[in-house]
């Protein structure tokens, strides 16, 4: 008898909210990002279940207060938070417009090219770390009739009241996910 590999084909995923419904359903214990933090000697990680419990947590927060298309600002440092808003906002099926927070020692020049994002990308939700509120705020005077623009708290968004309402969005390969501005 001779010994035979069978091959299998590698699973095809459209989108990546498809990608990570199978992966937390057949490998949910499974780390999907591990984080480095301060020289390599801390590090914090997730899974692939715990991935896809909090985005669709957050996404379907995201779902009664957006619709399909919209763009939500994301104003989070590096870590595992900002990977979970990103992946809430394909779950949503909104499109992500990530930039970095202000930092403490420069906000107006911060706020001024987040203004700048703003209008031009015609966000409707600035989902950022419940601390940055008070650094944001001034983002809101920018809302308009025609233009709607509301804070959300990451830990509002990410909470036990939103679990099962989750509505999986009609997006495809070719659907706008992120809009990404250089400096």
Request: hydrophobic residues 40%; glycine residues 6%; contains cysteine.
């Amino acid at each position: 008898m001779v010994n035979q590999r069978v091959e299998t084909p590698a699973a095809h995923f459209e989108t990546l909210v498809e990608m990570l419904a199978a992966r937390s359903s057949r490998a949910p214990g499974k780390t999907v990002y591990r984080i480095l933090e301060a020289r390599e000697q801390d590090e914090t990680s997730i899974t692939y279940g715990a991935l896809h419990r909090r985005s669709c947590n957050i996404a379907a927060y995201l779902q009664r207060h957006t619709s399909p298309g919209d763009r939500v600002l994301l104003a989070y440092p590096t870590g595992i938070d900002f990977i979970c808003a990103l992946f809430a906002c394909f779950q949503a099926g909104l499109v992500a417009v990530p930039v970095c927070p202000p930092r403490p020692g420069r906000p107006d020049l911060a706020l001024q090219k987040l203004r700048a994002i703003c209008e031009q990308s015609r966000l409707s939700v600035i989902l950022a770390p419940g601390e940055l509120g008070p650094a944001l705020e001034p983002l809101q005077t920018l809302a308009t009739d025609a233009f709607a623009l509301r804070f959300v708290e990451a830990g509002q968004a990410d909470s036990e009241e939103t679990l099962g309402q989750w509505i999986p969005p009609e997006i495809h390969a070719d659907t706008l996910a992120i809009l990404q501005y250089t400096s």
